[in-house]
């Protein structure tokens, strides 16, 4: 959800013709993204925030996933947030303003709904055997909002 507020927030100061502070957003964003890829939430102060303090408080316990397909989604961030943050410097404010708002999307689903777009695709990559199918990808099939998970946690 902190993705979609600072995505939202990017396009919002976009569309007010603050090119700037959305330059400035864009590149939080991007930042983001890069430290969940390269060492999951551990040094990322969304994915700290997110998972010590929001989740719990919003949804209850947490439910411990496979870090292998969340890893995966976040790639997928990072090349939407890059490509989002290229095409701003880039000058294309209107293209840029369009990835991010997929983003938003794909993040909402995540965070309101508890559906990971990157983890059903890592599913499906696995079923096609693109993926190995002995990575766990239990994150593509959990329940909305559970409070029941597995007692094993995300790498």
Known sequence: MLVVALAAVTVVLSWMGLAVPAMV???L??????????????????GQLSVR????????????VGGAP??????????????????RA??????????????IVAASLEGFMGVCLGCLLF??????????????????VRPAHSTSGSPSTPT
Do not use: H, N, Y
């Open 53 to 64: 303090w929001l989740a719990q408080w919003v949804f209850g316990e947490p439910v411990l």
């Open 25 to 27: 957003t864009a590149t």
């Open 123 to 140: 599913g499906r990559l696995q079923q096609w055997r693109v993926i190995p199918g002995d990575i766990r990808s239990d994150c593509a």
């Open 70 to 87: 969340k890893r995966f989604a976040q790639m997928i961030g990072l090349v939407f947030s890059g490509a989002a943050l290229g095409l």
């Open 90 to 103: 880039a000058d294309l404010t209107g293209a840029s303003d369009i990835v991010l708002i997929l983003l």
């Open 29 to 46: 964003l991007f930042g983001g993204f890069i430290l969940r890829v390269l060492a999951g939430p551990r040094f990322d102060p969304f």
